[in-house]
């Protein structure tokens, strides 16, 4: 027994010996294969999987704010590269406005971002983005608001008819709501009937 405990640390300082002789190639593919210290361990988030939550803020959504460019780059990155990125352009007011458009992979439109060399219209359509407050589309108008008056006007753009609401204590987020409106065109729904109508479009305003 005695034999056997120095047998076995010669055979441990051996092997050792054999594994730290191969070529310095092998030893540093393997160190940067298997060190637990230079791996990536962050790719282990399930941040890293899905991409990173963004939110709708006073200073903009996710990392969008008024100072980012309107060049698909600075945008994808800002949305941390969650969406697939289109560009588009329009008359607005008789001016033309550029305009980009995120979409997911069923091309189902999440966002459109507006502005002219930075952005400074962010309109966001996705359930999966909320404000810091927790407002998310497809909350119904009672849920925030207990009347219209002083907060919503009529909505305009070509999205049917629609209320826009400044958002409570914001000066740079409101929120669209749609429902159904049998009423003359251009005048405000009542309350009564904007109760029951649901968010759409979470706008944040530069």
Aim: aromatic fraction near 8%; hydrophobic fraction near 35%.
């Amino acid at each position: 027994m005695k034999n056997l405990r120095p047998a076995l640390l010669t055979a441990t300082l051996l092997l050792a010996g054999c594994a730290g002789s191969g070529s310095q190639t092998d030893s540093a593919s393997q160190s940067t294969w298997w060190n637990p210290v230079s791996w990536s361990w962050s790719s282990l988030s399930p941040t890293h999987w899905f991409g990173s939550s963004l939110k709708v803020t006073e200073q903009g959504v996710g990392g969008i704010n008024g100072t980012t460019a309107m060049q698909k780059e600075a945008l994808s990155k800002a949305l941390n590269n969650n969406y697939t990125l289109r560009n588009g352009m329009r008359m607005e007011n008789g001016s033309v406005l550029s305009f980009w458009q995120a979409v997911d992979d069923d091309k189902q439109i999440k966002l459109e971002i507006s502005g002219q060399s930075t952005a400074s219209r962010v309109e966001v359509m996705d359930k999966a983005i909320e404000t810091d407050g927790g407002v998310k589309i497809g909350m119904r108008f009672s849920e925030l608001y207990s009347k219209a008056y002083g907060a919503c006007k009529n909505g305009s753009g070509s999205g049917g008819v629609s209320v826009e609401c400044k958002a409570p204590d914001s000066q740079h987020i409101s929120y669209v709501f749609t429902g159904e409106w049998h009423g003359p065109e251009g005048l405000m729904p009542a309350d009564e009937t904007l109760k029951n109508w649901t968010l759409s479009k979470i706008v944040w305003q530069r």
